[in-house]
C-alpha cells in the first residue's frame, strides 16, 4: 500500500509544491471572492495548479527528452515556444492593450506623460535595491536579473515576462507571479499609502473635466509618431511598442472594425488564457 502510495503524485509532492498551490488557491480567491483583476488571477491560479502537481509531465519542455517532441506537455510548449523562444505571447497581449486604449485624454493635455514619468520611479528603486542585494552577496542578482526584477515597479505582467524572457528567463516564474499579485493587490496597497501621503484637503481637490476636443488628425498621428520616435529610441522595444501601437491605429482607424474588435475580444482573451 506504501509503495503504491508513494507511486502517485501525492509522494512526490514537495514543500514547494505545496506553498506554490496555496498561492494559487489565494489567487483563484481573489479573483471570484474579490474581483481583483479576475480576467488574470483566475488563469493564473489554475495554472499555477496544474504546474505544481507533480508527475503529470506538463512542464516536460519540447527537445528535453531527446529524439521524442511528442513527449513535451502543453505548459512546456506554451513557455518555451510563446515566451522563451520567440515570445509571442507577450507581443499578442500587447495588440489587443494597444486596441483597446484611449489615449484622447492624454492627447488632449500632455501633460499627463508627466504622471507616466513618475510611475517609473518604483522601477529605479527595486532595481537599486536588487543590485545593492547582489553587491551584498544576499541574493544571486547581477545587472540583467535585477533588470528583470526592476521591470515588475511598472505593474506590466506582459512586459514583466518579455524582459526577463530576455535578460533573465530562469526567473520568469517568480517575476510574473510577482507582477500579476503587485497588480491585482493596487486596490489594497493603494489607500493606506495614498491616506500617508496626502492630506484629506489634498484628496478632495477637484479635477476639471478635460474641455478641449482632439481632431481626427491628431488620434491617428499619435499611434504611428510614438511608433517611430520610441523604436528608434529604444530599438529594442520594437516588438511590444510596435504592436501596442498597431493595435491603437486599429481602434482609431475606424476602417477596420473586426479587427478591432478581435483584437480587444477575442485575441486578447485567448492570449491572455494561455499566458
Given amino acids: 500500500m506504501m509503495v503504491d502510495f508513494l507511486g502517485t503524485g501525492f509522494g512526490e509532492l514537495t514543500w514547494g509544491n505545496i506553498v506554490m498551490i496555496c498561492v494559487a488557491f489565494a489567487f483563484i480567491y481573489l479573483a471570484i471572492a474579490k474581483k481583483w ?15 505544481n502537481l507533480p ?3 506538463l512542464l516536460v519542455f ?8 511528442g ?19 507577450p507581443v499578442l497581449i500587447f495588440i489587443g492593450l494597444g486596441a483597446m486604449t484611449d489615449f484622447t485624454p492624454l492627447i488632449a493635455n500632455p501633460r499627463l506623460f508627466l504622471l507616466g514619468a513618475a510611475a517609473q520611479i518604483g522601477i529605479v528603486i527595486a532595481f537599486v535595491i536588487a543590485l545593492l ?4 552577496g544576499l541574493a544571486d542578482f547581477g545587472l540583467k536579473e535585477a533588470a528583470s526584477i526592476a521591470i515588475i515597479g511598472g505593474a506590466d505582467g506582459p512586459t514583466t515576462i518579455f524582459v526577463t524572457s530576455q535578460l533573465a528567463p530562469e526567473l520568469m516564474g517568480i517575476t510574473a507571479v510577482t507582477a500579476y499579485s503587485y497588480m491585482a493587490m493596487v486596490p489594497l496597497i493603494q489607500p493606506p499609502i495614498i491616506r500617508a501621503l496626502t492630506s484629506k484637503k489634498e484628496r478632495q481637490i ?31 522595444s520594437a516588438p511590444l511598442v510596435g504592436m501596442f501601437m498597431f493595435g491603437n491605429l486599429l481602434r482609431v482607424s475606424g476602417v477596420v472594425e473586426r479587427l478591432s474588435e478581435t483584437a480587444q475580444n477575442a485575441l486578447m482573451n485567448l492570449t491572455t488564457i494561455i499566458l
Fill in 62 to 69: 519540447p527537445y528535453e527528452v531527446p529524439g521524442e517532441l
Fill in 71 to 89: 513527449a513535451a506537455g502543453f505548459l512546456g510548449i506554451f513557455i518555451e515556444f510563446g515566451l522563451l523562444r520567440y515570445t509571442v505571447l
Fill in 37 to 51: 483583476e479576475p480576467y488574470v488571477l483566475l488563469p493564473i491560479g489554475v495554472g499555477a495548479i496544474l504546474a
Fill in 133 to 136: 542585494l547582489g553587491h551584498l
Fill in 55 to 57: 508527475g503529470t509531465g
Fill in 206 to 236: 477637484y479635477m476639471r473635466p478635460q474641455t478641449r476636443t482632439i481632431s481626427r488628425r491628431e488620434e491617428l498621428l499619435f499611434p504611428i509618431v510614438c511608433l517611430l520616435l520610441v523604436i528608434l529610441l529604444v530599438p529594442r
